[in-house]
């Protein structure tokens, strides 16, 4: 690395002395807060870390129940939902686009699988799958609209999220479907695995796993490489030969295949298949993914800050709520910490070298 | 005539064949001619040097000869054989690289995956095969060696952003693909417009380093002191034709520059080593 060390000054390059103004500027010493920004550059998931231990050590101090395994497990279980889908959001806030619509998608394929297995008598797994499928499909339109019509991200999600919605209570009614109605694999992803005292669901191993196995593909594999190189500038990715559009309908499927999975897990958490489930879903799992330092702009960020964005909402909602203060100081301070997240990424994203 | 490189010279007496040639190259956008009928060559192992005022036809020359548009009349000949590129993938699967004046980085990766962006090296075994898994070693040990050949010494650290590299390293990280997956020539479009004295004068031994390596070069430019430093030869567009085509040997940049701009033609000015 090019990192300067400010005992010896001046002798941090092997190169020939400067002699234009402009490269001895480019050579003069970091200051701490440049050093601070080229850390984060490098490691973004810092951040949303730090504000996850202090939070941490601060609600724990203000009420010594919130550091128990017993709430611990509670927020586990509160935050699964919209872990899962900030993992399809970061995918596409990946590819700098956004999709508004994740909460309708996960709401639709819930419905379409609860009902159908409530009333139609589908056996659980078809039930499961069908709800995969629904949401998968649902993805690939907003990727097909993206793709094929060039419109914006923002107006094609913003579209379905009114579509989706409309069409879930149009199928449903407005009515919920009850957990004793449903197959109880429908149900499977509510049951409680004891780990140690740590009381989690069996939907909480699943978006862990979820975590695992897309934090892996979008480090290892080619897919997730293009993924990045899209975000990171499209018109490039196109130049070296990536097609733009084939990878962008891809992660707006796969995000629709997650929001799926995740209509499973909701069914499990909430005991019931309700229209009214993940009202706050769309913007909270937006929340969570610039939370956790993945820029708006693309290219930019990992899952692992998704999750700890994800639980830091978490965190502030108990622990704030464990605190006995009024709920909207955890609206008033998630609303801020987006903001703080935001400036972060525009500040490391003017890193120099 | 009697000044021009043996290289140059070589090239074209005894006949040797273009790696590139093209005949009668045509292109309109809408009333506007692009190209009105240009003939060009690239022999082995020079570097041609394209200049021309804004909207000379420079670029769309290069873009009709690799791809990246389609002429609407005229061939392109690679090695002899008749070649119709539709897309600039075309071209770079027939050995084709181009060096893009946006250089078609993606900043926040690193300069190993920016080296092998869309080419990447998978693992072996079905790791690869069936997962597409990476092979970031591979890819970095490889890149390491490219930017080494091209004698860049100064990057050593292949996990490092491009974007905390400097305009120059930047370059160097586009020219070391381009020299790498190349197999036939290298087109470099305005290579140093955007650098300092210092990284210029580097990008131009990374010039020279590749056409030593074997590679021709296509450099488009609009400095003139870089063209006459490094250029075996000068093609001169103007107005959508070939101007004419004179070496740093028997011409000066201002009379490029009068030939380029219309103060005065080839047959008019002493040297020519056209006809």
Redesign the interface.
């Known amino acids: ?2 990192t300067t060390s400010p005992a010896t000054p001046g002798a941090e ?3 020939p002395p400067a ?2 103004a ?2 001895q500027f ?1 050579k003069r010493r970091r200051s701490p807060a440049q050093r601070v920004q ?1 850390v984060l ?2 490691y973004p998931a810092i951040s949303p870390l730090l504000v996850l231990v202090v939070s941490f050590l601060v609600f724990t101090y203000l009420n010594p129940n919130f550091g128990t395994l017993r709430t611990q497990s509670l927020i586990l279980q509160q935050v699964a939902v919209v872990a899962a889908l900030a993992v399809g959001q970061t995918l596409i806030i990946l590819t700098a686009g956004i999709d508004l619509s994740v909460g309708a998608i996960a709401i639709l394929a819930m419905l379409f699988s609860a009902k159908l297995s409530a009333d139609g008598g589908l056996p659980g797994p078809l039930a499961v799958l069908v709800g995969i499928a629904v949401g998968t499909a649902a993805g690939a339109i907003n990727g097909l609209l993206v793709t094929r019509l060039r419109l914006p991200p923002f107006i094609v999600t913003l579209g379905t999220l009114s579509v989706f919605t409309a069409m879930a209570l149009l199928y449903s009614g407005g009515q919920s479907v009850q957990a004793g109605a449903m197959p109880d694999l429908m149900v499977w992803t509510g049951e409680i695995v004891n780990l140690g005292g740590l009381r989690i669901t069996t939907g909480v191993f699943m978006v862990v796993l979820l975590y695992v196995v897309i934090g892996f593909v979008l480090k ?4 997730g ?2 993924l ?2 899209v975000g ?2 499209a ?3 196109r ?4 097609s733009v559009n084939r990878v962008l309908l891809s992660v707006y499927t796969i995000a629709g295949l997650i929001y799926g999975i995740t209509a499973w897990i909701l069914i499990g958490r909430a005991g019931a298949a309700s229209p009214n489930a993940a009202a706050d879903a769309n913007l909270e799992s937006i929340t969570a993914v610039v939370i956790g330092g993945t820029s708006l702009f693309g ?2 960020g990992a899952l692992l800050g998704t999750l700890l964005g994800a639980l830091i909402v978490g965190y502030f909602r108990t622990g704030l709520s464990l605190a006995g203060v009024d709920d909207q100081w955890r609206v008033l301070s998630i609303g801020l910490l987006v903001i703080i997240a935001v400036s972060i990424d525009q500040w490391i994203r003017k ?3 | 005539m009697t000044a021009t490189t043996p290289e140059t010279d070589a090239g074209r007496q005894d006949g040797r064949a273009p790696v590139l040639s093209a005949r009668g190259l045509v292109k309109t956008f809408g009333r506007v001619v692009g190209l009105d009928g240009v003939d060009f060559d690239l022999y082995p192992g020079e570097v041609l040097a394209i200049i021309g005022d804004n909207g000379a036809g420079k670029s769309t020359l290069i873009k009709a000869a690799t791809g990246a548009i389609v002429p609407d009349a005229g061939e392109v000949r690679l090695d002899g054989e008749v070649v119709s590129f539709k897309r600039p993938q075309d071209a770079r699967e027939a050995g084709i690289e181009t060096v893009y004046q946006t250089l078609a980085v993606a900043p926040a990766l690193d300069i190993a995956a920016n080296m092998f962006l869309g080419r990447e090296m998978r693992r072996s075994g079905p790791l690869g095969s069936v997962f597409r898994m990476l092979d970031h070693k591979g890819m970095r040990e490889s890149a390491g060696k490219s930017m080494a050949d091209l004698g860049i010494g100064t990057l050593q650290n292949m996990a490092q952003p491009v974007e905390t590299l400097s305009g120059g390293q930047r370059q160097a990280v586009a020219v070391a693909r381009a020299a790498a997956f190349a197999t036939k020539l290298i087109v470099l479009d305005e290579p140093t417009a955007a650098l300092g004295v210092k990284e210029t004068n580097q990008v131009l031994q990374m010039i020279e380093r590749v056409r030593d390596s074997g590679l021709p070069v296509i450099l488009i430019s609009h400095n003139m002191p870089n063209v006459f430093e490094v250029a075996d030869r000068i093609h001169i567009q103007r107005l959508g034709r070939c101007a004419g085509i004179i070496t740093p040997k028997t011409h000066t940049p201002s009379e490029a520059v009068a030939i380029m701009t219309g103060a005065t033609t080839l047959q008019d000015t002493p040297g020519s080593v056209r006809g």
């Open positions: 690395m090019s390059t092997p190169a002699n234009t402009a490269e480019a080229h550059h490098a290892q594999t080619t897919w490489r293009h990045y190189a990171n500038d018109e490039s990715a130049l070296v030969g990536i290219g930019r890193v120099r070298a």
